[in-house]
């Protein structure tokens, strides 16, 4: 039962520098998410889908972009890479609604340079 | 403009006593919350939760309580041990007129707890 993959754990950029960072899950759950945690602000969402081909903004979407081809996969991508971003991400899902409980990934530790 | 607040980054309890980890929020529209707790190098876990039509909800060592008119809320864990260390997140969701959950599930800023033997 793997849960919430994501991959790559760690990973360092360069400015400008663009990314993939990639987040599955095996529970045929419809809702996912991505957050970053920063100190002192805790988790911010980024963005989120509720299905397949549909996805929406969050609280800090900016430099940011997602698309949902499959219930399972849910990639967010750094098209132009800022110190700004450098953060810890983290992708959730849940079966159905947002007041299910979130299962959340370990997590990606992303360096900006 | 932090809409779910947690003002104490840090906690520290001996084992056996009680921790209580408090949230503070401000949009009326919040109706729903839960409680996460996160290990190092770990992503967050589902702890508990409650909903805006309850003040109380209890999970064994767990116990979350509600107060609406003061927008707060509160975690208790009794009695507290060493396994328990670790930053807990609040998080709040809010729901439109008609009752309906739209997301944005919104996070504070998270209260490490540690728990000395």
């Known amino acids: 039962n793997a849960g919430v993959t994501q991959t790559p754990k760690f990973q360092v950029l360069k400015t400008g520098q663009s990314m993939t960072l990639q987040c599955a899950q095996d529970m045929n759950h419809e809702y996912m998410s991505w957050y970053r945690q920063d100190p002192g602000m805790g988790l911010r969402l980024i963005h989120y889908?509720?299905?397949?081909?549909?996805?929406d903004q969050g609280e800090v979407p900016n430099g940011y972009n997602v698309s949902r081809s499959t219930t399972e996969d849910f990639p967010l991508r750094l098209l132009s890479a800022a110190p700004s971003q450098t953060s810890v991400y983290f992708c959730a899902s849940s079966y159905q609604g947002w007041n299910q409980p979130q299962h959340f990934g370990d997590g990606t530790r992303l360096s900006i340079l | 403009d932090q809409q779910v607040k947690q003002n104490s980054p840090s906690l520290s309890v001996q084992e056996g006593r009680i921790s209580i980890l408090n949230c503070d929020y401000t949009n009326s529209m919040f109706d729903y919350f839960l409680w996460y707790k996160k290990y190092p190098a770990e992503g967050p876990t589902f702890l508990i939760s409650i909903s805006s039509i309850k003040d109380k909800n209890e999970d064994g060592r767990f116990t979350v309580f509600l107060n609406k008119s003061a927008k707060h809320l509160s975690l208790h864990i009794v009695p507290s041990q060493p396994g328990d260390s670790a930053v807990y997140f609040c998080?709040?969701?809010?729901?439109?007129?008609?009752?309906?959950?739209?997301?944005?599930?919104?996070f504070g800023q998270g209260t490490i707890l540690t728990v000395h033997p």
């Open positions: 889908s509720v299905g397949a081909g549909i996805t």
């Open positions: 998080a709040a969701n809010p729901s439109n007129a008609g009752g309906t959950s739209y997301g944005k599930l919104t």
